[in-house]
């Protein structure tokens, strides 16, 4: 008798053909239905939490200040030589929340319910007292007498307090007509989001269970179902815990094929690759933003007109958004809040240096206010702009070509007094050489 069937053991006349060996191989996976999907859980999609970070990290990085327009001229707006209370500490109880934080969380609760409702009560003379974010699943909106109002919530769906449009500041994402609440994007996109994370946990179930066998031994015989079964044991036995890895000795014709498993045979690579794509639309945000790019289809220069269009396509909109509801919070009028998007379109040192060279060229810039850009100290003479082209100073370039123009009109025919006074300037003699004054 030949060692395989010492393995096996038993003589069973029932036959059993490749075909009906295959499935005893392989073990069934159990039919996985879509997830339940909420802001929480629409968080453990990865390019979500990615994208819903980046797009907050990035918001809240902004420099953000208070501005008044007085005669077109936007100036910093302050008040005792300071920026509003609550653009210092939105929390006068809590001094460690920022302003910035105070922002991501506006970003974050606008992307995960597709609205945001900031808390700010004032006192008697209208200054705002504190600013913080609600958890906007504790808001309810209604209308009383055609006055929108809000109902919060102080814990699960108890106890609610209603306030006015003057405490409460209302961002809604995106909205539909006649509606109060804006659109949330996770119940609304909840098919995709809840597609990706069955996806996920696909993936995690394949990869723990092992649902692909480790190889498969070939008989050139028929065998039993149970002689099928005691080989399989019986490699197993020989061949897991302390014995993996110790060389195999299948006699009786039989061999062992090891299976080589590829993910992107299963294409799981490609149905994530897919999801995050479907995400990173949602969010609109870049894939190579979220570290997600694929060889071959994106160039430098491709993901550079990408981030370009980042900025202009979902930051600016986004900050806007923002900046729009905060400039209530100041009552004085043509007081506004705004941030300092510069700092994404600086481009490299390079560039920056050439738009400067170009500013301070054509006379929109001076030299104190590149020094500003740069955080250097400003210097004397440097709030002086340049005329185009000789890079001098304004005023003594327009003399000059006032001067110039004299001395045509008095080869033209005209005294020189005559022609200095159609010009507007004074010529006076210093000895022998003449010299022209404004």
Same mark, same amino acid.
């Given at each position: ?55 907050? +990290?990035? %918001?809240?990085?902004?420099? #953000?200040?208070?501005?008044? =327009?007085? $005669?077109? !001229?936007?100036?910093?707006?302050? &008040? ?64 009383? +007498?055609? %006055?929108?109002?809000?109902? #919060?919530?102080?814990?699960? =769906?108890? $106890?609610? !307090?209603?306030?006015?449009?003057? &405490? ?86 039989? &061999? ?183």
């Amino acid at each position: 008798m030949s060692i395989l069937r010492r393995i096996i053991g038993g003589q069973e006349q029932r036959s059993l053909s490749l075909q009906n060996l295959t499935p005893l191989a392989f073990d069934k996976v159990p039919f996985m239905g879509l997830r339940e999907i909420d802001s929480k859980a629409a968080l453990g999609l990865s390019a979500a939490y990615a994208s819903v970070r980046l797009l907050a +990290d990035v %918001v809240s990085s902004f420099p #953000v200040d208070a501005y008044r =327009r007085e $005669n077109g !001229i936007r100036r910093p707006f302050r &008040t005792n030589g300071q920026k509003p209370s609550w653009m210092l500490t939105p929390i006068p109880d809590e001094p460690t929340y920022t302003i910035n934080q105070l922002i991501s969380e506006t970003v974050v609760s606008l992307f995960i319910d597709g609205n945001a409702f900031l808390y700010a009560p004032r006192d008697e003379q209208g200054r705002v007292l504190e600013v913080r974010v609600l958890d906007p699943r504790r808001v309810d909106i209604f209308r009383e +007498d055609r %006055v929108v109002k809000y109902k #919060v919530y102080q814990d699960e =769906r108890s $106890n609610p !307090i209603v306030y006015g449009q003057e &405490t409460i500041l209302h961002i809604p994402l995106i909205a539909l007509p006649g509606e109060m609440r804006g659109i949330n994007p996770i119940s609304q996109l909840r098919n995709t989001l809840s597609l990706g994370l069955t996806l996920e946990d696909y993936a995690t179930h394949f990869f723990r269970t092992g649902s692909t066998p480790t190889g498969i031994i070939e008989v050139p015989n028929e065998l039993t179902k149970e002689q099928a079964e005691a080989l399989k044991a019986g490699w197993a036995r020989h061949h897991s815990g302390s014995n993996i890895h110790t060389p195999g000795v299948l006699t009786g014709g039989a &061999t062992f094929k090891a299976l080589a498993f590829r993910p992107e045979d299963a294409q799981l690579l490609a149905s994530r690759q897919f999801t995050v794509e479907e995400v990173a639309r949602i969010f609109r945000v870049p894939t190579n933003l979220i570290q997600s790019t694929v060889a071959g289809a994106v160039s430098y220069a491709s993901v550079e007109q990408q981030n370009l269009a980042f900025v202009q396509y979902t930051l600016r909109p986004l900050v806007e958004m923002i900046e729009r509801p905060l400039s209530t919070l100041i009552l004085v009028p043509d007081a506004f809040v705004k941030f300092t998007m510069d700092s994404l379109l600086r481009g490299t040192t390079k560039d920056r240096f050439e738009t400067y060279r170009i500013g301070l060229q054509e006379g929109w810039l001076s030299v104190n206010d590149i020094r500003r850009f740069e955080d250097l100290q400003p210097i004397d003479s440097g709030d002086s702009y340049r005329m185009p082209l000789n890079e001098a100073d304004a005023g003594i370039a327009s003399l000059r070509q006032r001067a110039d123009i004299a001395a045509m009109l008095t080869q033209a025919g005209y005294e020189p007094d005559q022609a200095a006074n159609l010009v507007d300037i004074n010529i006076s003699h210093t000895g022998d050489t003449p010299s022209a004054t404004a």
